[in-house]
Structures are given as C-alpha cells and as structure tokens.
C-alpha cells in the first residue's frame, strides 16, 4: 500500500466559513449573510461576522499549514469581495481581487500549492435579489463566467482551479429543504418562496452551464499559457445495499449514487442526465440544448471528490412523491441483518465507514474511465466536541482528538489501497478541515477542524492530534515506492 512521490495532500476551507470581515474592504453581503439574518436559521442565532477571522490573519494560517508540512490549501475566493454586486456589469473591487492575489503569493512562497474554489455557496446576494440568482437560466451562467475571468486573468500563478463546490447542496438544500441559503422550499411554515418539485433540477442544470462557461473561458484564453487544469467538485455517499439478497436494494443503492453525483457527473462526462432520473422526473429534470450540452461535456480536467459517509439503503415501492430527491429509496444506518455503517458524530448525516470511501472511488473510476481525482474534502465531527470546547479544564481531551485521527488513518489508508490495488488515479487529499469553522446551518456547534479555534479567546487557533499526525502519515504511504 502506497502513495505516488508527487501526491498532493493537505486541508481544505471556504472563505465564508473562516474568512469573517464581511464588510471590510467593499466587500458585498452574500445569500449567507442574508441567511443568517432569518431567525431560526442558524443553530445558536449566530452569524459569520467574525468565524476565524481568516481576512486578517492570513499570515497566521499560513504558518499553520507550514508547520503542519501541508503541501497544498484549498481555500474558496468570496464572489462578492470581488465583484460586491456580482454581475458582469457591475465594478471589480480592487481592493477585494489583491487580498486574494496577495495570498496565493504567500503561500507560493511558504512553498504551499494553492487549489481555489471559485464557488463555495456564497452568491453575492444582489444577484438573487435581480434576477433570482441560481435559478437564472441565462443570467446566472454569463455572470459567473464573467467573474471566473476576472479572477483567471487576476491571478495566473494559481494553477488548480474547481468551479463550484457541491452543487448537490447548493440545489437540494438551498432549493428544496431550504436548509441552506437562499431557504426555498415548498414548505410555507420554513419560506415564503419555493417549489421543491422543480427547483432543485433548475439550479443544478444552471450550476452545470456555468461551471461549463467557466471551464471554456480558462481553456480557450488561459490555459495555454497558465498550463493550469480545472474541474468541478461533487459531493457523494458510499451506500450499501439495506438487503443484499434483495436486487430491488441492489439497484436502489446504485441509484442512489446516480441521484447525488452522476446527476452532475453524467452530463459532464457524458453529456446526459443519468437515465433513472430522467425516467423519475421526466420534464421536471431540464433538457441540455445543443450549446449547453456542448459546454457542460467533456468540461472536467479532474474529478473533484468530497466525501465524509456512506448509509444502507432500501428501495421503495409506489410513486414516489414529486418532492423527493434521492430516487425513490431511503438511508439507514443499519442494514438488515443488523450491521451497523458506522460510529455517530455529530452531525446527524455522518457516520464513519471507510470501505465505503475505497468502494465509491471505485465505482466513480469505473463509471467515468478513470479520471484523475483529487480528494478535495473529507473528515468528521466528533460527538459533544463543542462541550469540551468550551470547558477549558477539558483541553487536553479536546487536543487529542483520537477519533478524528482515526478517521483519517482508514481513510487516508483506504484510498492509498484504491491506488495501488486498485488502480485508481487519486492524485490529492484534503482533509475537512484546516480548523474549525462556521459550519453552516449548525454555526459554530459542530466543529470539523483539525485545528482548534477559540471563538472565547480572540480565534486563537491550536492544532489538535489529527492535524498533527497527518504529514506522519502520509509520508510513510509516500516513501515507500
Ligand atoms: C460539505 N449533508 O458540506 C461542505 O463542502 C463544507 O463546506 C462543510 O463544512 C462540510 O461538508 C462539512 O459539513 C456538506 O447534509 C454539508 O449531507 C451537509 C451535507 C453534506 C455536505
């Protein structure tokens, strides 16, 4: 079991989980902090007005990943630090651009590969608020390729580049639950606005034209001398069948991975949505025309993986109902003979299993061809950590996160045997993540950092185990070949 000499490995953040200083500089409001203006939104009532504080303490997180002997940092640009407004019509804020042209310099320097996500969630709210944002077939596409060039032209010593994070979320959970700004969903007592029948299917179409535009813009006028490469992220669960000896399961466990990643996977790879959900949904799934099926296959440089869980999953019989998003199935966390997927954390979606990370990488490499992969997120939370967190008599148990660690050691391990017993061509790892950080609808209660901040004590960061032990382990999968 090993790892090519040249393997990335490193952690990952989004600028508006960490970055904090949400009006310094011109920086415009996002959906998110919209979002977390609505009551009831946000566990704890809290915003992401301060988070790590990252805007100002670039220096420090640098240093951080040097110590740790991070080879690369993936880290999300704010949209709306540098074009506040958005729109392809609307002013470029210098000030916003060379923060981030500042950054990628430092880190350059400290020796540190950057990987930016253009796209992590935090639309500039003025475009929702024009034209609807995501949901704007024409508008929102031409808008965010129009920012994808100000940022390629702006910062060419970058040379890895992911289009959006997880449109998965951004559509189901802003556009149907409504768990996720901008919060449509069918359900009047939640929104105001929303239809969870048809929404979701738009959003993600539109995410998929626009990372198309994107990828055609760095390929046609920087690629060629920038020498960069670009792809899109997507997030996935491996899954189970809930009885093996049942073939309805069977299939609704493959299905399952059909409705989360091959829904974006597909038309990029091969220019269609997949067929079970086209027999699903029929016209509520968009239609590619000939342009946009154009532009979206054939877009990706690299696969860009995030993965933290895997669930059971049983088929369902019926029609299912017009809102549902996983395909007529559902997940559980034990199988039928009473198999338990993994141990709880705290968040409620997972639990650790990870043989079902060298499975999925598997299935994703079969499907697709073998791609090159870049892990691009994966870790955990931990159970109660926030209680330690905030009792400091409890700092040596906080630091010494075993669990997280642990789960690193089979993951890491996991995909290092996907590599060489498998043949997969996973190229990077990034560990979920560099610290802790607003995580989203559950605020600042559920930690995934493997570096502690103190939200008491001015965002103080200390590294715990798991940070700590990753350069350990992945130099010993590197050096033997
Ligand atoms: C990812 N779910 O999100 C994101 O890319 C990160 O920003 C986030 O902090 C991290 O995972 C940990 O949550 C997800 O409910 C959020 O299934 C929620 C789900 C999946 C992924």
Redesign the pocket.
């Known amino acids: 079991m090993s790892l090519p000499a040249d393997f990335q490995w490193g952690f ?3 600028a508006f ?1 960490i970055e904090g200083a949400t009006e310094a500089d011109g920086r415009g409001p996002s959906i998110w902090d919209t979002f977390c203006k609505i009551p009831g939104k946000i566990a704890g009532g809290v915003d992401a007005n301060t988070a790590c504080d990252s805007y100002n303490r670039g220096a420090d997180d640098i240093a951080l990943l040097k110590r740790l002997g991070s080879k690369c940092y993936r880290f999300s640009l704010s949209w709306s630090r540098i074009i506040p407004l958005g729109g392809r019509n609307d002013p470029v804020n210098q000030k916003g651009l060379d923060h981030y042209i500042q950054f990628v310099d430092d880190l350059l320097e400290a020796g540190i590969e950057p990987f930016i996500t253009l796209y ?2 935090d639309l500039p709210d003025e475009l929702d608020k024009r034209y609807g944002g995501l949901l704007n077939r024409t508008e929102f596409p031409l808008d965010f390729e129009n920012y994808a060039r100000v940022v390629f032209k702006a910062i060419p010593k970058c040379k890895n580049w992911i289009t959006f ?2 449109p ?2 951004s559509s189901v ?1 802003g556009y149907n639950s409504g ?2 700004a901008p919060g449509h969903t069918s359900d009047r007592t939640k929104s105001p606005v929303g239809d969870s029948t048809r929404e979701q299917w738009i959003v993600g179409h539109n995410c998929l034209v626009a990372h198309g535009r994107a990828v055609k813009v760095y390929r046609d006028e920087f690629k060629p001398t920038d020498k960069g490469q670009i792809g899109i ?1 997507l ?1 996935g ?1 491996g899954t189970y069948p809930w009885d093996p000896e049942d073939p309805a399961d069977v299939e609704a466990a493959n299905r399952k991975i059909e409705f989360a990643i091959s829904w974006f996977a597909d038309p990029i790879y091969f220019g269609k949505y997949p067929d079970s959900m086209r027999k699903q949904l029929g016209d509520r799934l968009p239609t590619f025309t000939e342009e946009e099926r154009s532009l979206v296959q054939g877009s990706n440089d690299f696969y860009g993986m ?1 993965h ?2 895997a669930n059971y999953v049983k088929h369902k019989t019926g029609t299912p109902p017009e809102d549902d998003i996983l395909g007529n199935l559902e997940c559980l966390f034990y199988s039928k003979s009473g198999e338990c997927i993994g141990e709880e954390t705290q ?4 639990r650790p299993n990870a043989q079902a990370f060298r499975d999925l990488i598997n299935w994703l490499s079969k499907r697709y061809d073998y791609p090159d992969i870049y892990v ?2 994966s ?1 955990t ?1 931990i159970k109660d950590e926030d209680k330690l967190a905030n009792d400091p008599k409890d700092k040596e148990k906080l630091l010494n996160d075993t669990f997280r660690a642990d789960y690193f050691k089979n993951y890491v391990n996991a995909m290092a045997k996907a590599v060489s017993e498998d043949g997969c061509k996973v190229k990077g790892y990034m560990a ?2 560099l610290m802790d ?4 609808a ?1 605020g600042y209660e ?1 930690r ?1 950092g493997c570096t502690f901040v103190d939200y008491n004590n001015g965002q103080t960061r200390e590294p715990k185990l798991s940070a700590t032990q990753m350069k350990g382990l992945f130099d010993g999968l590197m050096k033997k070949n």
């Open positions: 990952a953040t989004a989980q992590h969630w994070n997880e998965w979320c959970l768990y996720f992220t997030n669960d995030n933290y869980t968040s409620f979606w997972l691009t997120e870790g939370s979920w993540s950080n607003f995580e989203w559950e559920t995934f």
